[in-house]
């Protein structure tokens, strides 16, 4: 019998020492729909999601990532797992009093330390009779023509210290691992990892991290349908002062069109679309090799990504800073790193 345990990534909770800007930011140009405020939080979700709330903003002291909260395949599978997890470093414990879900199991990865959740009861977004679309009802509001108009929650990309580890963590929770580039047999520097059977890229990416450091985040990423959707997204960014860090282009291993920019509270954001459909259940991990290049950087393999790309949140202390710097500089790591290896602060 097969197993799926996962449907979906269905939130992410995003730190901002700057609270209230990166909220209007995330709903005058990003385009999100705000759902509720509570306690130190606002709950935000795209213009078609049905659930409750995909991005949460939480003020905090450093920009970063909080809970990654994932809805289950079926009523069961919270406790699946949180029996599967039962007695090991890894478990959390249940929560039941989040907005947006029912009765929640948390827990870390083993290496990363990132905070997961898993539940299975949602509260699904119920759009004022005004807002509602008169026509399409696979809609949950009507289309809100708003900044950019990011629709989809679609991954978070986290950096671990161990990347072997943590993959197999995931994947012995249902996620399947599809693709991964290495610098060496072994030494795996990114990956991609997806939940489900019917996901055309991923919703969860792993990638090194050198500096001592846990819990640390790259990027959070939404979609929009097309790629020209991205291009009109950068005109957005530049009519309002976002600056753009990398991009549009298109990506190599999972061939979705990117843009990276940088969210007022500092942290890296992702809009994207398109990307090559994998509807394959037994597919076995592709792994490219880095020698001569970053394949997944550029599917033209005519652009490189800004110095500094590499940077992840918390920013690490100086020390640690160095450290990570030498090593994604060394001779090792250079084909892959390339010329993001300066720093960009
Ligand atoms: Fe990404």
Redesign the pocket.
């Known amino acids: 019998m097969s197993e799926i345990l996962l449907s979906q990534l269905a939130h992410v909770e995003l730190l901002s020492p700057r609270p209230d800007e990166t909220v209007r930011w995330m709903k005058d140009v990003f385009g999100l729909e705000e759902t509720t405020r509570e306690g130190q939080s606002v709950y935000l979700r795209g213009w078609a999601e049905w659930l409750h709330s995909s991005l949460i903003v939480t003020e905090s002291d450093q920009p970063g990532v909080g809970r990654i909260g994932w809805r289950t395949y079926g009523p069961e599978d919270p406790e699946t797992i949180a029996k599967r997890l039962d007695g090991t470093d890894e478990a959390v414990g249940w929560v039941d009093d989040w907005p947006g879900h029912g009765a929640t199991f948390q827990y870390r990865a083993p290496e990363g330390r990132h905070l997961h959740e898993v539940f299975w009861e949602v509260d699904r977004y119920e759009a004022p009779e005004d807002r509602k679309d008169p026509c399409i009802k696979n809609r949950p509001q009507r289309y809100p023509g708003r900044g950019i108009g990011a629709r989809y929650l679609d991954?978070v990309?986290v950096p671990t210290p161990n990347m072997r580890a943590d993959i197999d963590f995931y994947t012995r929770l249902g996620a399947r691992h599809t693709a991964q580039t290495e610098v060496e047999p072994g030494f795996s520097v990114f990956s991609t990892l997806t939940c489900n059977g019917i996901r055309s890229t991923h919703d969860l990416?792993l990638v090194p991290d050198f500096s001592g450091m846990t819990g640390r985040a790259h990027?959070i990423?939404f979609r929009v349908d097309q790629r020209l959707d991205v291009e009109r997204a950068a005109e957005q960014f530049l009519a309002h002062d976002t600056p753009i860090e990398f991009g549009p282009g298109v990506h190599g291993i999972d061939e979705i069109t990117?843009l990276y920019v940088r969210e007022p509270g500092g942290f890296r954001m992702?809009i994207?679309a398109g990307g090559w459909v994998n509807t394959m259940p037994d597919w076995e991990t592709t792994t490219y090799d880095a020698a001569g290049g970053n394949p997944g950087q550029s599917l033209y393999r005519n652009v490189d990504a800004p110095a500094g790309f590499h940077d992840a949140w918390p920013l690490p202390p100086t020390g640690a800073a160095e450290r990570e710097r030498d090593t994604i500089a060394s001779d090792r790591l250079r084909p892959f790193y390339g010329s993001t290896a300066g720093s960009g602060r």
Request: no cysteine.
């Open positions: 991954h990309t990416a990027h990423a990117y992702e994207n």
